[in-house]
């Protein structure tokens, strides 16, 4: 084995913290009442009250606790460890800076219902966030509201049904079909449906891109009410024939929406709104780096053309001629509320210093740097992996397990030897128009001593599979558990943790 | 780097983007500027929200409770804040395992069968929990009452429009301020909802709600917006609750101005591969070592698409750590006393400002930690005198409830002490 950046490290087993629980053990002290205490009977009846003593809910200390949970960490990789090259996730580094400011009181601290008056500041940073996206997507309308890319593209697509809806009226009904491409991520004809459209696939060409012969026949068959297309697409390369396929969409009645999970290649460089794009949701969490915290919180905020921002969610954040901003409502063709409140505030305060460090000029140093880590990375593999498409990808660089398949080892096998070596696998088996896909994005957090280091653990793997394809297929090495048995897992689902728990799983 | 891939400027690494739509110019937002400048800006702003220094009797949904410093501080550590989705098992064993007990909590504390990873909040959670109701009854209608939050039921009013789902609002019984109009149920209904405590703190009467919705076998949804309210009330698994939903930011989570928060969704098992969003559970290697790791994920939208459950792709993983915590700190116990005392104070400041002249409380029924409070004028101008004496005092119900205008949501929590209670008493008279 030829193990290059991984060692062994102590990491200490962990039980769940229910089977480590004893009787009376606590780990907290409030501070005592200080009104008299009523009988409790008369607050609230016993009828209405639980009677069951919190069965099985834990009895820790607080030390039991901090150990608890600072075990477990020491058994996930993380952004600080080193390259995480998910591609479509943009796991770039997360600003400390941003981790402060979110934190400091007036922030953190503020009820989301206290008056306008007393609440300006959190007001403000959300309108100068806006105004910030609006810039760099070249979109005007914005709303903060949905709380994820999925919500994002959502309320997109709301707002694209309320348009035609309006322009249409009845007739509005026939155009109920929205055009996906077969590379787009699952979310997309998800959040169609949930908007009542149909969904029909358009093809990609032998080059990654959109088939425009297959667009145009789409659209020439009726009833489009749009498109949603991401871009650069999920295989990473950029739609050249972006202004072609908002024409055609255009001149079908339809609008178009673009997912801008991949706007790292693009900030600062070019912008939708001047594509023809006429909706977009950004991702906080991916390009305007606030943490992926392990899955969620996001933010997913949504820009638009002046022509759909009377349909964005309410409330919107405005700003009165006096200076002062406030919560307006009053926007009847909106289509409603996504989230209570006004979304995850707490992504805008990291975005917008994140936005604040950078700078005009550091937003597309940045940019420059994902896509030139990316297409170094992509020149360093193409001997060894196989590449599915000829074009030069922006941010991220895709390969299939082509190659090495024809030893057994496939992208899975792969991926998991190169937790081996220390490092994060590539997002697998996305997109689907790829067999055995490998999608590796390094975003601009990255050093060339790492991407070199990167490259050789994959050439490395690429060598393993041609001479010990066993040791491939067996990987990891390294961690704690192995490759865990998913199919038994879902057969007979333990969701939860019971006193009985182990012999339930066991049986399965 | 760039002359190794045979460029010679970093302008040609987007030869691909089209001329004439790249932008020629800089964009025009901020200077870059420097870590301090940033602290320095973003504190100015922060101060103007001088509602975050003031005694706050405001619930409605975001609630303040204290959390114990070890929350915070375990959230931040690199290998939670930095990781992502687990989708390599082998080396997210800390998230999953995390996210395990996370549900095996909310399962515990609703006195349901299973819980999933957690959603975006209790909103979107509700909005979720309405289309697996039509899904697993094949009914096309839910009946729910305008004491719950109306936020939520404008999110759910926003995921629902177009479907096929009708949406029926009952009117809660005005004498009681819980329960309500029942006429609407029948035997198309999916789903009858119900949030306890309601929106005016009243606790509900889960059983007898539960009884008269599987009558006309419909599913009773339960809601709930203050999560520290299942360490005193009976559990809504206790009352044959079949979906039960809400909102996890009481347990140990920021206001932040309404997020982000957490959202969470429990269920009868028989049910759960209708469940909306991510569920992690136990699985074992070849050597039989126990690990957790993302399951039955065919109901999602990355393998069903327009066809899955949700369109809902991750949960709110950090935020649900956060919670986590918080429960397992505060323990068996302080999840009880913590419930004791917000019952307890806002029993005291409930009994204080009724005895104010001209004041009352408009609903009979029992309530948690808020409480509506009927004045002897607008409740807006109330609160605005209220405010100039520097207490928030609480919510106008007229934001939500035409019609209500003299009164206001008081919410008091283990963190209003005495004091301050007596301030807002003192400030009313």
Redesign the interface.
């Known amino acids: 084995m030829s193990i290059k950046k991984v060692t062994q490290h102590p990491s200490q087993n962990?039980a769940?913290?229910?089977e480590r629980s004893q009787t009376g053990?606590?780990?907290?002290r409030?501070?005592k009442?200080?009104?008299?205490?009523?009988e409790?009977d008369?607050?609230?009846?016993a009828?209405?009250?639980?009677?069951?003593?919190?069965?099985?809910?834990?009895?820790?200390s607080?030390v039991d606790?901090?150990r608890?949970?600072?075990r477990?960490?020491?058994?996930?990789?993380?952004?600080?460890?080193g390259l995480?090259p998910?591609g479509s996730?943009t796991?770039k580094y997360?600003s400390r800076?941003n981790?402060?400011?979110?934190?400091?009181?007036?922030?953190?601290?503020?009820?989301?219902?206290?008056?306008e008056a007393?609440?300006?500041?959190?007001l403000?940073?959300i309108y100068r966030l806006q105004e910030?996206l609006a810039?760099?997507t070249g979109l005007p309308g914005v709303s903060l509201q949905p709380?994820?890319?999925?919500?994002g593209?959502?309320t997109g697509v709301?707002l694209i049904?309320a348009l035609l809806d309006e322009r249409d009226g009845e007739s509005s009904r026939e155009r109920r079909v929205m055009l996906i491409p077969d590379s787009a991520?699952?979310?997309n004809?998800?959040?169609?449906?949930?908007?009542?459209f149909?969904?029909k696939t358009i093809r990609s060409t032998a080059d990654g891109i959109t088939d425009m012969d297959h667009l145009r026949e789409l659209c020439s068959e009726g009833g489009v009410a749009g498109v949603m297309f991401t871009n650069p697409n999920t295989v990473g390369?950029?739609e050249?024939n972006?202004?072609e396929i908002c024409e055609t969409v255009h001149n079908a009645g339809g609008l178009v929406y673009m997912d801008g999970a991949n706007m790292n290649a693009l900030?600062?460089?070019?912008?939708p709104g001047?594509?023809g794009v006429d909706v977009i949701h950004l991702n906080l969490h991916k390009t305007f780096s606030t943490?992926?915290?392990?899955?969620?919180?996001?933010?997913g905020p949504c820009c638009c053309t002046a022509e759909l921002a009377k349909f964005l969610?309410v409330p919107r954040i405005e700003k009165k001629e006096t200076g002062e901003f406030f919560l307006n409502s009053d926007h009847p063709d909106s289509?409603?509320?996504?989230?209570?409140?006004?979304?995850?505030?707490?992504?805008m305060?990291r975005a917008l210093?994140y936005?604040?460090?950078?700078?005009?000029?550091?937003?597309?140093e940045a940019t420059?740097a994902a896509?030139?880590?990316a297409?170094?990375l992509g020149?360093k593999l193409e001997g060894a992996f196989a590449k599915p498409f000829p074009?030069?990808g922006?941010h991220e660089a895709i390969f299939s397990h082509k190659n090495q398949a024809k030893n057994g080892v496939v992208t899975l096998d792969i991926?998991?030897r190169l937790?081996d070596y220390g490092f994060?696998?590539m997002?697998?088996y996305?997109p689907l128009v790829v067999e055995g896909a490998m999608l590796i994005e390094p975003t601009e957090s990255v050093g060339?001593a790492d991407l070199d280091a990167f490259a050789e653990a994959m050439i490395d793997i690429d060598r393993e599979a041609r001479e010990n394809p066993e040791l491939v297929k067996n990987a990891?090495h390294s961690?704690?558990?192995?490759?865990?048995?998913?199919a038994?897992?879902?057969r007979k689902?333990?969701?939860?943790?019971r006193p009985d728990?182990?012999a339930a799983?066991?049986s399965a | 780097?760039?002359r190794?891939?045979g460029l010679d400027s970093?302008e040609e690494?987007?030869?691909?983007?089209?001329e004439?739509?790249?932008?020629k110019r800089?964009?025009?937002?901020?200077?870059?500027?420097a870590?301090s400048?940033?602290?320095a800006?973003?504190?100015?702003?922060?101060?103007?929200?001088?509602?975050?220094?003031?005694p706050?009797f405001?619930g409605?949904?975001?609630y303040?409770h204290?959390s114990?410093t070890?929350v915070?501080h375990?959230i931040?550590?690199?290998?939670?804040?930095?990781?992502?989705?687990?989708?390599?098992?082998?080396?997210?064993?800390?998230?999953l395992?995390?996210i395990?007990?996370f549900?095996?909590?909310v399962?515990?504390?609703t006195?349901m069968?299973?819980?999933n990873?957690?959603m975006?909040?209790?909103?979107?959670a509700m909005a979720e929990a309405y289309l697996m109701a039509q899904r697993v009854t094949r009914r096309d209608k839910v009946v729910v009452f305008d004491s719950v939050?109306p936020?939520?039921r404008?999110?759910a009013?926003?995921?629902t429009?177009?479907?096929d789902l009708e949406i029926v609002t009952a009117a809660f019984d005005p004498t009681a301020g819980s329960g309500g109009d029942l006429s609407a149920l029948d035997d198309k209904t999916a789903a009858l909802i119900v949030q306890s405590p309601n929106f005016f703190g009243c606790?509900e009467?889960l059983a007898s709600l539960a009884a008269k919705a599987h009558e006309v076998g419909a599913l009773l949804i339960v809601v709930v917006t203050e999560a520290i309210s299942?360490?005193?009330?009976?559990?809504p698994g206790?009352c044959d609750a079949d979906i039960v939903v809400g909102?996890g930011q009481s347990w140990g989570v920021?206001?932040?101005?309404?997020?982000?928060h957490?959202g969470f969704f429990a269920t009868r098992e028989k049910f759960?591969r209708q469940m909306p969003g991510?569920?992690?559970?136990?699985?074992?290697?070849?050597?039989g070592?126990?690990?957790f790791?993302l399951?039955?994920?065919?109901r999602?939208?990355?393998?069903?698409?327009?066809?899955?459950t949700?369109?809902?792709?991750?949960?709110?993983?950090?935020?649900?750590?956060a919670a986590t915590?918080y429960?397992?700190?505060?323990?068996?116990?302080?999840?009880?006393?913590?419930a004791?005392?917000n019952?307890?104070?806002a029993?005291?400041a409930k009994k204080a400002i009724a005895a104010i002249e001209g004041y009352s409380i408009p609903f009979s029924s029992?309530?948690?930690n808020e409480f509506v409070v009927r004045g002897p004028r607008p409740a807006n101008e109330i609160l605005e005198a209220v405010?100039q004496k520097g207490i928030?005092g609480g919510?106008a119900l007229s934001?939500y409830y035409a019609g209500r205008d003299n009164e206001f949501l008081v919410c008091v929590t283990?963190t209003s002490?005495?004091a301050n209670?007596d301030k807002l008493v003192e400030a009313l008279l």
């Not at chain 1, 709380?147 to 919500?151: I, M």
Request: with cysteine; net charge negative; hydrophobic share 40%.
């Open positions: 962990e769940l913290i229910f053990r606590i780990g907290y409030l501070p009442l200080d009104v008299e205490a009523a409790i008369e607050i609230v009846p009828a209405l009250r639980r009677d069951d003593d919190l069965a099985d809910v834990p009895e820790v607080e606790v901090v608890h949970f600072t477990m960490s020491t058994w996930n990789y993380s952004i600080d460890l995480y998910l996730c796991m997360n800076l981790e402060k400011v979110a934190r400091i009181p007036g922030f953190a601290g503020l009820h989301p219902l206290a008056p007393e609440s300006q500041g959190a403000e940073l910030a810039e760099i709380a994820a890319g999925a919500q593209e959502m709301m049904r991520h699952g979310t004809p998800a959040s169609a449906a949930l908007a009542g149909t969904v390369i950029f050249r972006i202004k900030v600062g460089v070019a912008r001047d594509m943490p992926h915290g392990g899955g969620g919180p996001g933010c969610p289509i409603g509320r996504v989230k209570a409140f006004y979304g995850n505030f707490g992504m305060v210093s936005i604040y460090t950078h700078g005009n000029d550091g937003l597309k420059e896509v030139l880590n297409r170094y020149h074009s030069d922006m991926a998991k937790i994060h696998p997002t697998v996305f060339r990891p961690t704690r558990i192995g490759r865990l048995d998913e038994a897992a879902a689902p333990v969701l939860r943790w728990m182990e799983g066991k | 780097m760039l190794e891939i970093s690494l987007f030869r691909s983007i089209p004439d739509i790249r932008l800089q964009l025009d937002v901020s200077l870059p500027l870590e400048e940033v602290i800006s973003f504190e100015a702003m922060a101060a103007s929200n001088t509602a975050s220094q003031k706050s405001l409605a949904g975001v303040s204290f114990p070890i915070d375990l931040q550590r690199s290998e939670f804040f930095t990781s992502y989705t687990p989708y390599q098992p082998e080396i997210s064993q800390g998230t395992q995390y395990f007990e549900q095996t909590l399962a515990q504390l006195a069968e299973v819980a990873a957690s975006y909040d209790g909103s979107t939050h936020e939520y404008e999110v009013r926003t995921y429009q177009h479907g606790v009467d299942l360490g005193l009330l009976k559990a206790t909102e920021p206001a932040s101005f309404g997020g982000p957490v759960v991510r569920l992690c559970g136990v699985a074992y290697d070849k050597n070592n126990r690990g790791t399951t039955l994920s065919t999602e939208q990355h393998i069903r698409r327009e066809k899955a949700s369109n809902i792709c991750t949960n709110q993983g950090l935020i649900a750590l915590i429960m397992e700190a505060m323990g068996k116990a302080g999840l009880q006393e913590v004791e005392q019952a307890q104070k029993a005291y029992p309530t948690f405010r928030i919510l934001k283990e002490s005495k209670i």
